[in-house]
Each structure stands twice: as structure tokens, then as C-alpha cells.
């Protein structure tokens, strides 16, 4: 994650307020030094103008005590050195050859202060440095928290996008399985890309360095998802204008069959009504010669009936089994239409559960953004105060620093005015250490003395232990020989005593 411009520029105020700090605390502290290190030149030489080694601080050193020779501290301890010198010239030689060095630097003890109390100076400049550096680790340490929560909350917000985007490609794929509610989706699809537009647009304002990327994706998304909508528009049209045309040949055709099973009807009943006709028309009771004439016609026409018979029942069958025909087909079309209206009710219920399910994700958009827009007012909140108390704390370390910069010139002011008394102690001193090394000296010589007696002695003494070391050898070898002599004269004396 890049780091936005606003976190960047405070980083680098902080950095810079820390660096200035520092260097002002520096250059303060060279300034102490140079003005305890230059302060004899003015007494010794009554010149009015003090100086400082440049060597000493470097470049900033000699800019600081360029800035310190111009202030108005040092002008007036140019001045308190200047009537100093004026008075000491007027004293006659006489008097001053009169005074003695040790009055004189008897009196320079009693009237300055010791060089201990510029220690705790020293040190509270250090302890107020290191105050001020833990005080930006805070505000650094403050500022990578916040940076932390708008992380967590950028986390969260493109994850939601993801959630958002596999709803809408869940969405997509049940819309291409069903195509009659893509009218119905295609919107909601819109009214979701608009609110991952408005989602971006929140995000927007937590993220600067993703918001380019975020809103050029969202964009081709929204191109790529409206020409999908296109092209399922179109083969839904297509499909919708065949299963019409399908629908309404059917019905043309349903017509068509019962229009003939009407005709069929009509015409079975008809051959049926000609049949009770002909044969309730044969009544008996004739005349033997209507009779005789009857049974001649009915033995010439037998087979012209049977033949009229058999044609009427054939058609009686074609019509019968063009009959269950139609209606084998009537059951066949009522079945499809059926099937066309189960589809399209699944469709259109399918339709509303997906506007349902687009309405629920509109009421969690909503919720999010007001989740967004609540939590940006408090972050904003939260920016705000921490502007405010930087600004605070800014003003008060600024009224700190010039109430300790007018401490530090009261300070300097009195401690140009003793630097001449250090000096009388720093000749004191140097006369004592001249004393002491003279005194050293004399030690030294006495010591060098002391071990050349050491050294005749034991040169004596070592001459004594040998030659004692001989004695003690000689006696030893004495002592053997009477031993073995003592042996000797006893084995002769104990030989008589054995023979016997």
C-alpha cells in the first residue's frame, strides 16, 4: 500500500521541526562553550571585542556565533568587558604592583560561582532535547496507529468490492441459464455497478494512491458487464420471438384440427341420420306387386348397399382415427403451452426473487455507505483533533523555547560576567599544578634515591644469602661423611660380636 501525500508532508514536518530542534539545541550549546572558552581574551588584552575558534563547531558553530556576537546579550557583556578594562587602566602601577596575586585571587573566589553550576544548564538542555524527541515518537507513533485503522477500513471496503462482484457473476450465470429475467437484472445489475461506484467514491477518500486504479477497473467492469447485458438482451429477444412464432403456429394448427373434427362431427352425424333414414324407411304390409317389385330391387341392389355400407364405414374409420389423431395432437400442443406457461412462471418468479435479492443488496450498500460516510466523519473528527492539539502542543513548545531562549540569554549574560573571575582560578590553578609538579618532582628524585639503597642492600644481602648457601653446603657434606664414617666403625665394632 503507498503512502498518501497528506501522511508523507506531516512525516516530513515532523522531520524537519525534529532536525531544526536539534540544531538549535546544538547551537546553543556551542554558543555555552565558546563563550566559556573565549572569555580571558577581552581581560588579558583589553581588547573590547571578544572571539571564537572556528575550528571548534565548524560552519554552524561559526554561524552561531556570528548570530551571537550581533545579539543583544553579548553586546552588553562587550560592554561590562570594556568598562572593565577601562578601570583596571586607570588603577596606578604602584597599587597594582602593591596587590598581591593571592588577594587578588582570593577575592575573584569569593565573588564568583563555581564551575558546577553550569553542569545542570548542560543537562537540561539535553533533558529537554531528549523531551522533545519522545514527543515526536509519540506523534509518530499516533500517526502509524491511524494510518493502521485507515488501513483496516480500506481492507474492509475491497472486500466488500469482491463480495459485490462475485454476487453480480453469481447473478450473471443464473441469468444466462434463464434468459427471460435478464430485463429485470440488467438493472439491478446497473444499480449495484452504480453503488460500487458510489463504494469507490467513499474509498476514494481513505486511499488517494488507489483510488485511480480502483475507479479505471470499476469502469471496465461496467463496460464489459453492459455488453454482456447486450448480447443476453439479444439472444432473450431471439428466443422470446421463436417461442412466439412456435406458439402461434401451434395455435393455428390447434384451430385447424378442431375446425375438422367439427366438419368430421358434422359429417358422422350426418351419414348416421341418413342410415336411421333408409332403414326406418323399409316398411312392410306392401301389395304383392309393390312387394314382388321391392324384392326384385332389394335382390338387384343387395350388393350396391353392401358396397355403401362398407364405403361409409371405411370413411367412418379414417374419420375416427383422423380424430384421435387431432386430438392426440390438441394433447400434444395443451402440453407445450403448459410447458410454456410452467417456464415463464418460473421466470417471472425467478425475476422477483432476484429483484428481491437486488433489493436486499441495495439496503446493504446503503448500510455500508452510511457505514462509510460515519466512519469517515469520525476519522475526519479524530484528523481534526489531532491537528488541533499538534497545533497546541506547537505553540506551546514555541513559548517554551523563547521563554528558555531569554533563560538561556539572562544566563549567559551572568555567565560572561564571572568568566573573568574563572580565570583568576584558572592561573590559580595552574600555580598550584606548577607547585604540585614540582613537589613531584622532588618525590621522584627522593624515590630514585631510596631505590639505588634498596638495590645496594640487596646486593648485600644476596651476597650474604649465598655465601650462607655455601656454608650450609659444606656442613651437609660434613655431616654425610661423619655418617658414613659412623657406619663404618660400627659394622667393625658389630664384626667381633658375630664371629663369636
Not at 602601577?93 to 564551575?115: A, D, F, H, I
Not at 332403414?279 to 304383392?288: A, E, H, K, P, Q
Request: with cysteine; aromatic share 4%; net charge negative.
Amino acid at each position: 500500500m503507498e503512502k498518501s501525500p497528506e501522511n508523507s508532508t506531516l512525516e516530513e514536518i515532523l522531520g524537519q521541526y525534529q532536525r531544526s530542534l536539534r540544531e538549535r539545541a546544538h547551537r546553543s550549546i556551542q554558543q555555552l562553550k565558546c563563550a566559556l572558552r573565549e572569555g580571558d581574551v577581552p581581560v588579558g588584552e583589553g581588547a573590547p571585542e571578544p572571539s571564537c575558534s572556528p575550528s571548534v563547531g565548524g560552519e554552524d558553530t561559526g554561524a552561531a556565533w556570528h548570530e551571537l556576537q550581533h545579539s543583544h546579550a553579548v553586546n552588553q557583556l562587550k560592554a561590562l568587558l570594556y568598562q572593565q578594562a577601562v578601570k583596571e587602566s586607570e588603577v596606578s602601577p604602584s597599587r597594582r604592583r602593591k596587590m598581591s596575586p593571592l588577594g587578588s585571587s582570593e577575592y575573584e573566589e569569593t565573588n564568583m560561582p563555581t564551575v558546577h553550576n553550569l553542569v545542570p544548564i548542560i543537562n537540561d538542555q539535553s533533558q529537554y532535547i531528549h523531551h522533545l524527541e519522545a514527543e515526536v515518537k509519540f506523534c509518530k507513533e499516533e500517526l502509524s496507529g491511524m494510518k493502521n485503522r485507515v488501513q483496516v477500513v480500506v481492507l474492509d471496503n475491497e472486500r466488500l468490492q469482491q463480495e459485490l462482484k462475485a454476487h453480480r457473476q453469481e447473478e450473471a450465470m443464473r441469468e444466462q441459464t434463464l434468459p427471460d429475467a435478464s430485463g429485470n437484472v440488467q438493472h439491478s445489475w446497473i444499480t449495484a455497478g452504480e453503488d460500487s461506484g458510489v463504494q469507490d467514491s467513499a474509498k476514494k477518500s481513505y486511499s488517494h494512491g488507489n483510488a485511480d486504479i480502483i475507479t479505471a477497473s470499476s469502469a471496465g467492469e461496467a463496460e464489459k458487464w453492459k455488453l454482456e447485458l447486450e448480447k443476453l438482451k439479444l439472444t432473450y429477444e431471439d428466443k422470446c420471438e421463436i417461442l412466439e412464432s412456435q406458439l402461434s403456429v401451434l395455435r393455428k394448427d390447434l384451430a385447424e384440427y378442431q375446425k375438422n373434427c367439427e366438419d368430421l362431427k358434422q359429417r358422422l352425424k350426418h351419414k348416421e341420420s341418413l342410415l336411421a333414414a333408409d332403414t326406418s324407411n323399409r316398411v312392410g304390409g306392401l301389395c304383392l306387386k309393390c312387394a314382388q317389385h321391392e324384392a326384385v330391387l332389394s335382390q338387384t341392389h343387395n350388393n350396391v348397399h353392401m358396397q355403401t355400407i362398407e364405403r361409409l364405414t371405411k370413411e367412418r374409420d379414417d374419420f375416427m382415427s383422423a380424430l384421435v389423431s387431432a386430438r392426440a395432437s390438441v394433447a400434444g400442443a395443451q402440453r407445450r403451452e403448459a410447458s410454456a406457461y410452467e417456464q415463464v412462471k418460473r421466470a417471472v418468479q425467478m425475476t422477483e426473487e432476484a429483484s428481491l435479492e437486488k433489493t436486499k443488496a441495495l439496503i446493504q450498500c446503503e448500510q455500508l455507505r452510511s457505514e462509510l460516510e460515519r466512519q469517515a466523519e469520525r476519522l475526519d473528527k479524530e484528523l481534526a483533533a489531532q491537528q488541533e492539539r499538534r497545533a497546541l502542543d506547537r505553540e506551546a513548545m514555541r513559548r517554551e523555547l523563547s521563554k528558555e531562549k531569554e533563560d538561556l540569554t539572562s544566563k549567559m549574560l551572568a555567565l560572561s560576567q564571572n568568566i573573568a573571575q574563572l580565570e583568576g582560578q584558572v592561573e590559580r590553578v595552574t600555580r598550584e599544578k606548577i607547585s604540585a609538579v614540582n613537589q613531584l618532582e622532588e618525590v621522584q628524585n627522593q624515590l630514585a634515591s631510596r631505590e639505588m639503597d634498596v638495590t645496594k642492600v640487596c646486593g648485600e644481602m644476596r651476597y650474604q644469602l649465598n655465601k650462607t648457601k655455601m656454608e650450609k653446603d659444606e656442613a651437609e657434606k660434613e655431616h654425610r661423611e661423619y655418617r658414613t664414617k659412623t657406619k663404618r666403625d660400627l659394622e667393625i665394632k658389630d664384626q667381633p660380636h658375630q664371629e663369636f
